[in-house]
């Protein structure tokens, strides 16, 4: 029996997938109110089965028990023949060119109909649970409150409080996405949460009941789920030690809903020990899946499928012509805020602009009464101190699998082809305005809101997301939530990288072509598709004008973003072992700010200009909290992207002084051709299209173009030549008082120590001590150690006799060289012979 195979932890995933496709399909298509319970039976079976049951591990955080399908490394045999209905003329027929995931009975089960590739379109389990809603209204099943994040159960209460109350949800501690997921969007409204009430109203009377913000709350015996969901919930007591009674409120969801949090929470609350691996080696799968779990395949691809599911592209009929957004469904807008609510934002709370702001003034009006110096304020220039936190950074997207999950949800919003019409129909109305408004520029026509409803929702969510990952993520690990939140980061500055294909374009290669804009009605078919590209630190940008609202309606994430990621930069390792690696990192955020990005950057931060004002302020808006300046003060307080010109040469430099090292650590040979490349080069005879110095060149070009740094920064078109950092630091800073040999006298080390004078780690290679700095560096693996002090003597020998400072036989010292000259040597003597 089906219910049988289900409560067994051994029956194959397979068979029980195919029989209840089957159920669904045929017998719960026929009706009854036989079906109707036994599906209700199932679906809590086939919860506890898919993702296992809930339980407390050590530290008392809710977590899925092993078992679950989700949690199983090895695939499960998916040839499974249909014997329930093996005649029926309604069974699925797949597609002869289906991978093998489609073929799996489980996806089959599970995903929606617009995410299979099979012929017949028949209803999944998905369409079963969403699909009668209205007459299901009396089933409701009891989710455990404590397995949400804490600051949501915080919200949750706050949301309820203010219903016993009376009140407006004005609490400090209510989000905008909680307010609308938990006030909102639920079928079970917070005034017909009657069990919570009844909890709170308990917890205000009753001394004897744990208050519920001094402690964790207890778990119920049965880990806080019903055994039967059409049961009314009853409240579960446990006696404490102290005999105080420790209750476990839940909230009441409907079987969609209880799905949804139960799916998006899994990556969070996965089994905490695994199948035991090899010491010292992480888990690996057995199967096809090359290192990765098969049940985090499968949750990945039903992720996808439920983006298409739950967030479907808006579909145009009138050709090029916008006509608007369609509105966002109940279930839409459902299961995109569960989801910010359990990776976006989960435990962690950022701390409003206004607050963070405040405290800041406070340490610089110490400052200024201190030392008696004026200190302004800019919130470009300090945006690294003002991104504060009120609790500790544990973010819910660290695990891996979010990770991925973020990227394809950030991308999915992203390739709606309706969103460029919008932007395109918004720059028309500026074109048109600037043509019949030529000489009052103040009367300019509000802009509409040029982004689609899932990015508005994403849009503030997203935004802090990126801000805290930026602030306190570590850097140095390559998968951390770092660069994972940097390329999310990228995707959403860059929407115009979006391409369409088709079917026939993919086998014969043909170009993709950016000509999303122009799809008509009949071509939103299959044989299409909406491809974003992650593009390459030397891919050109493909901006053009018609994309000047769409970075207005998204300014700071174009400014603040960069202001923390100029910052953070610099602890990136840019040894000879990880240059290339972290400055290819550096080059994909810098390519994004090419100069028309950065007018129209510049333009929106100008509050004199009125055709992008509107749509900053609505971008402010959407921010709430969180937004750099209030949308009243867009008229008052300016921005400028030159605040961000100390972090960007800081930035430079260190790159400059690590490649500088990389260089003198390099051999004789690789060294000879550097210097033979960069000889030619110098009279136009190579072009330096390859190599990191010419890299950096161009780095140092677009940083000027970014931060508006002087055009004397640079050398040869890439590094500040010496002649410059030695005429600005005569005329900012007075002379580096230095001996011959380039160290510094008394009077310079005293002009240092009072601050008199500004010592960068530039200096280092620039100010008279390149040669006396290598020639004094530390004895390295490839150098005879005997043979260093005999060429430093000799060096200095030399030096002092001709009186100069830039001769340096310390080479004589490696081996490798050593070698080199003997064999030249040796052949040399050989031909003479």
Request: aromatic share 10%.
């Amino acid at each position: 029996m089906l219910e049988e195979g289900l409560r067994s932890s051994t029956f194959s995933p397979a068979e029980a997938a195919q029989g209840l496709l089957s159920f669904v399909r045929f017998e719960l298509q026929d009706g009854g109110a036989n079906a109707e319970k036994r599906f209700v039976g199932l679906f809590s079976l086939l919860c506890d089965r898919l993702f296992g049951t809930l339980s407390k591990d050590k530290e008392g955080v809710l977590r899925h028990e092993i078992g679950g399908w989700l949690a199983r490394q090895n695939r499960w045999d998916s040839q499974v023949s249909n014997s329930s209905r093996p005649s029926s003329s309604r069974a699925p027929s797949g597609s002869s060119n289906v991978s093998s995931l489609d073929q799996d009975p489980v996806i089959q089960l599970l995903c929606g109909m617009e995410a299979l590739k099979t012929k017949e379109k028949l209803p999944t389990f998905l369409e079963a649970i969403s699909g009668n809603t209205e007459a299901r209204r009396g089933v409701r099943v009891q989710y455990p409150i404590h397995a949400l994040p804490k600051s949501t159960q915080e919200a949750l209460i706050s949301v309820i409080d203010s219903v016993l109350q009376s009140t407006s949800s004005s609490s400090p501690l209510l989000r905008d996405n909680s307010v609308c997921l938990f006030g909102k969007l639920l079928r079970v409204g917070p005034k017909d949460q009657l069990d919570l009430q009844r909890f709170r109203r308990r917890q205000q009377h009753d001394s004897s009941l744990v208050e519920y913000n001094s402690r964790p709350l207890s778990l119920s015996p049965r880990g806080g789920l019903s055994s039967n969901p059409l049961s009314p919930y009853k409240s579960q007591y446990e006696n404490a030690s102290n005999a105080k009674k420790v209750e476990t409120p839940h909230i009441t969801l409907n079987m969609v809903e209880y799905f949804l949090f139960t799916f998006l929470r899994y990556p969070l609350a996965t089994p905490s020990t695994a199948t035991p691996a090899p010491q010292g080696r992480p888990n690996s799968s057995t199967t096809s899946q090359s290192g990765s779990q098969y049940g985090e395949t499968v949750y990945i691809y039903l992720f996808r499928g439920y983006l298409l599911h739950y967030l479907p592209h808006s579909k145009n009929n009138n050709g090029n012509l916008f006509m608007g957004f369609p509105s966002m469904s109940h279930e839409h807008e459902l299961f995109l805020r569960i989801a910010i609510e359990f990776w976006f934002l989960g435990n962690l709370e950022l701390m409003p602009t206004s607050k963070s702001a405040s405290l800041f003034r406070e340490r610089l009006q110490k400052v200024k009464t201190s030392t008696g110096s004026t200190m302004t304020f800019n919130y470009l220039r300090e945006a690294y101190d003002l991104v504060k936190l009120s609790n500790k950074y544990e973010p819910p997207a660290a695990s891996v699998v979010v990770q991925k999950c973020l990227r394809y949800l950030v991308g999915h919003a992203l390739k709606d082809p309706i969103m460029p019409l919008a932007v395109w129909d918004c720059y028309e109305v500026t074109v048109n305005a600037n043509h019949t408004l030529t000489d009052n520029k103040e009367n300019m026509p509000e802009l509409p809101w040029c982004i689609s409803p899932t990015m508005t929702i994403l849009q503030p969510a997203l935004y802090s997301h990126i801000l805290m990952a930026f602030r306190h993520a570590p850097i140095h690990v390559p998968g951390s939530l770092f660069h994972a939140a940097l390329d999310v980061w990228l995707l959403w500055l860059e929407p115009w990288n979006v391409e369409k294909r088709t079917k026939s374009a993919t086998h014969s290669g043909n170009v993709f072509t950016n000509t999303m804009p122009h799809i008509s009605s009949s071509q939103f078919s299959k044989d299409i598709q909406m491809v974003l590209r992650t593009a390459k630190p030397n891919a050109r940008s493909k901006f053009n004008s018609k994309w000047e609202p769409y970075v207005a309606a998204n300014l700071y994430f174009y400014t603040i973003p960069l202001a923390l990621f100029l910052r953070r930069a610099r602890e990136l390792d840019f040894s000879s072992r990880c240059f290339t690696r972290s400055f290819k990192i550096v080059r994909r955020v810098f390519r994004v700010y090419v100069p028309e990005v950065l007018s129209v950057i510049r333009k929106s931060l100008d509050n004199k200009n009125g055709s992008l004002r509107n749509l900053v302020k609505s971008h402010c808006n959407h921010l709430g909290p969180f937004s750099p300046i209030l949308p009243s003060d867009i008229m008052t307080k300016e921005h400028s992207m030159s605040d961000l010109q100390g972090d960007t040469k800081n930035l430079l430099e260190e790159i400059y002084m690590q490649y500088n090292k990389t260089v003198r650590d390099r051999g004789f040979l690789d060294r000879l051709e550097a210097n033979i490349e960069g000889f030619f080069s110098s009279f136009g005879l190579v072009e330096p299209t390859t190599g990191e110095e010419s890299q950096i060149r161009l780095l140092v070009a677009k940083a000027i173009q970014i931060a508006g740094l002087p055009s004397d920064y640079q050398c040869d078109g890439a590094v500040p030549s010496r002649s410059t950092i030695d005429n600005n630091r005569q005329s900012n800073f007075g002379p580096l008082l230095r001996t011959n040999s380039g160290n510094l006298t008394d009077e310079g080390k005293s002009q240092l120590i009072a601050g008199k004078i500004i010592l960068r780690p530039i200096d280092v290679v620039t100010q008279g001590g390149l040669q006396m700095n290598t020639l004094r560096k530390p004895v390295t693996p490839y150098e005879l150690s005997w043979l260093v002090p005999l060429t430093i003597e000799l060096s200095n020998h030399f030096n002092s006799k001709f009186g100069t400072a830039f001769i340096n036989l310390r080479f004589l010292a490696d081996y490798r060289n050593l070698i080199f000259l003997s064999l030249t040597f040796w052949i040399a003597m050989k031909a003479l012979v």
